[in-house]
């Protein structure tokens, strides 16, 4: 009878209580944690998104049907204290190898990198205090001999991850991932000081950098991996009138990192030199990553990066036009610029006549001192 049906489904129903109580408590903790600010919020759910990610078989997929949604894995990775890690990291560079311990960890990461010691001025391991005058290593004089045939020659040694005419206003950091040049670059101001002409209402952001009419506006993009040279020279005659520099994140730029972090060099720290070369506006702008406690610039004793604190979105702008000098660094193709404390990226964006070719293919490993193209 139903009494009976009822008795025999007690047990069922106390059962099915116990065992959506966890999901109602669940809903209630869930709750609260959606009314938290979005720091709090932030610190109480990176935990569980941690573990959402590293689980197998999603173990804690099931939170989802309860209304926990986990955190992208880009504002996962983000939320990582990079620049903290990369000011650790930095400290540990200088510290001083004992005279027995430089061989084998200068030996691993040799071998781990890839790292050829036949180019280095000094090729034995002893001489190496730290780690950070391992990085900055010099190279002897004829390993990397300038290409005096092309008007623009590779900065560093490095990948070449894109490279081409920008086209509006957006620049491809990888193929198919695109960035803001503006965004990159920063607002043009109207300071009589900088290389490049105020911005207008009636104008794009392209045509304000391209000063000669004819030319267009290039792009190339350099990655440099740990194991690579990481000083960096003057790509081409040209005269440095400006410096920006960009406090911010220091997020990984390898390629992969590139493909998944759309904007991802607006995102990091960098430092953009601007001036102009013979034929308009030329720029390098050396980006930071993850590690790369500090950008060193030879002639620039102002810059320090990689503070403990900076705010979001802000930049530090240096005229290196005075009344005693009225044109600013002059740069000569091949000379030292500069340097990186282990790996990152450089990105050139030039003006040149339409007819400017380069020499490079998408993808190819480059040294510095080699042809990126001519007219």
């Known amino acids: 009878t139903m009494c009976q049906s009822e008795a025999r489904r007690g047990p069922e129903l106390r059962a099915a209580k116990w065992l959506y109580f966890p999901q109602l408590a669940l809903r209630r903790r869930l709750g609260q944690l959606s009314c938290m600010s979005k720091p709090a919020l932030k610190l109480r759910s990176w935990p569980l998104t941690v573990l959402y990610y590293l689980l197998p078989f999603g173990a804690l997929r099931p939170l989802s049907r309860v209304g926990w949604r986990p955190v992208s894995r880009v504002a996962l990775y983000k939320s990582v204290p990079t620049r903290l890690l990369s000011r ?10 004992p005279h027995w311990l430089r061989r084998p960890v200068y030996s691993l990461y040799i071998w781990t990198f890839g790292v050829n010691m036949k180019e280095a001025a000094v090729e034995d391991l002893h001489h190496y205090r730290n780690l950070s005058e391992f990085f900055r ?62 911005a207008t209402s009636h104008g794009s952001f392209r045509s304000q950098l391209v000063t000669r009419e004819g030319n267009e506006l290039y792009h190339c993009v350099i990655y440099l991996a740990p194991g690579d040279y990481h000083c960096f020279h003057s790509p ?7 410096r920006r520099h960009f406090p911010g994140s220091l997020m990984s730029v390898n390629p992969g990192m590139a493909r998944w972090i759309k904007e991802l060099f ?16 030329f720029s390098l702008t050396a980006v930071g990553a993850t590690n ?24 530090n702008d240096f005229s290196f036009v005075t009344h005693t000098n009225k044109e600013g660094i002059p740069m000569r193709k091949g000379e030292h610029l500069g340097e990186f404390n282990l790996g990152s990226t450089i990105v050139l964006i030039f003006e040149a006549p339409k007819d400017f070719n380069f020499k490079l293919k998408a993808g190819q490993k480059i040294r510095f001192g080699e042809a990126l193209g001519s007219l």
């Open 137 to 198: 290593r010099k190279l002897k004089p004829q390993a990397r001999p300038v290409c005096g045939l092309h008007s623009v020659i590779s900065p560093s040694d490095g990948k070449i991850l894109n490279f081409g005419q920008v086209k509006n206003c957006e620049v491809e950091q990888v193929k198919g991932i695109t960035y803001s040049l503006e965004s990159f670059l920063g607002p043009r101001n109207s300071t009589d000081d900088l290389a490049f002409p105020p």
């Open 266 to 281: 607006c995102h990091n720290e960098r430092v953009v030199l601007t001036g102009d070369w013979k034929h308009g506006f």
């Open 292 to 315: 790369v406690g500090s950008i060193r610039i030879y002639f620039d004793q102002d810059l320090h990066t990689n503070s403990p604190r900076y705010s979001k979105g802000s930049y």
């Open 236 to 242: 081409t005659d040209w005269t440095v009138s400006h």
């Open 88 to 97: 650790a990291w930095g400290r540990l560079n200088q510290v001083e190898l």
